[in-house]
């Protein structure tokens, strides 16, 4: 089997939902923007993330950083799929557009979620065409429930496929 140290060195340890959501929540940069993974479900296929508003994530004019709107949908989707289709497949965020809606203030929330069809469709595809780039949308909402903010995010999906053992030994030798 082909390694996937691509990766990273975390793809190859199992965490469980728990641990994953204490790492994301003392990681500096979602500290920094006030980030938090409130939830990750057992089977990694939902995430709730939320932020609240302070000094260091608000802009000049009042409302919520767009940096840090966009910074709480980065990673999600990714960890739903890396975390579905296994050791076997390179999941990559690939690109990614957010478009500000409302005006951000005090605690916003962004829900993701992949059905168990979803997913396989998703794995299916990868493993017909060898790749995929499903493009996935999350809302970010407010208290009340009012969208702030939309990214669109677009992931790669491979399926890694062993290298072909080459035996010179088999092979005619030209002189």
Same mark, same amino acid.
């Given at each position: /089997? =082909? @390694? %996937? %140290?691509?990766?990273?060195?975390?793809? !190859?340890?199992?965490?469980?939902? !728990? #641990?994953?959501?204490?790492?994301?929540?003392?990681? $500096?940069?979602?500290?920094?923007?006030?980030?938090?993974?409130?939830?990750?479900?057992?089977?990694?296929?939902? /995430? *709730?993330? *939320?932020?609240? &508003? %302070?000094?260091?994530?608000?802009?000049?004019?009042?409302?919520?950083?767009?940096? @840090?709107?966009? =910074? /709480? #949908?980065?990673?999600?989707? /990714?960890?739903? $799929?890396?975390?579905?289709?296994?050791?076997?497949?390179?999941?990559?965020?690939?690109?990614?557009?957010?478009?500000? +809606?409302?005006?951000?203030?005090?605690?916003?929330?962004?829900?993701?979620?992949?059905?168990?069809?979803?997913?396989?469709?998703?794995?299916?595809? =990868?493993?017909?065409?060898?790749?995929?780039?499903?493009?996935?949308?999350?809302?970010?909402?407010?208290?009340?429930? +009012?969208?702030?903010? #939309?990214?669109?995010?677009? $992931?790669?999906?491979? +399926?890694?496929?062993?290298?072909? @053992?080459?035996? +010179? %030994?088999? &092979?005619?030798? !030209?002189?």
């Amino acid at each position: /089997m =082909a @390694s %996937s %140290s691509k990766q990273g060195f975390l793809k !190859n340890i199992k965490l469980s939902a !728990n #641990t994953l959501r204490w790492l994301l929540n003392i990681w $500096l940069p979602y500290v920094g923007a006030r980030i938090h993974v409130e939830y990750i479900s057992p089977d990694f296929r939902s /995430m *709730r993330v *939320r932020m609240k &508003q %302070s000094w260091y994530n608000t802009n000049y004019v009042g409302t919520h950083f767009g940096g @840090s709107l966009y =910074a /709480m #949908t980065d990673p999600f989707y /990714m960890f739903i $799929l890396l975390n579905n289709l296994g050791k076997d497949y390179i999941v990559w965020d690939k690109a990614a557009t957010i478009e500000f +809606k409302s005006p951000g203030k005090g605690y916003v929330y962004a829900e993701f979620a992949l059905t168990e069809a979803q997913i396989a469709d998703i794995k299916a595809q =990868a493993d017909v065409h060898g790749k995929v780039e499903p493009v996935l949308t999350v809302d970010v909402k407010d208290r009340a429930g +009012k969208i702030v903010a #939309t990214a669109h995010k677009t $992931l790669y999906v491979r +399926k890694i496929v062993p290298k072909a @053992s080459f035996d +010179k %030994s088999s &092979q005619p030798v !030209n002189i």
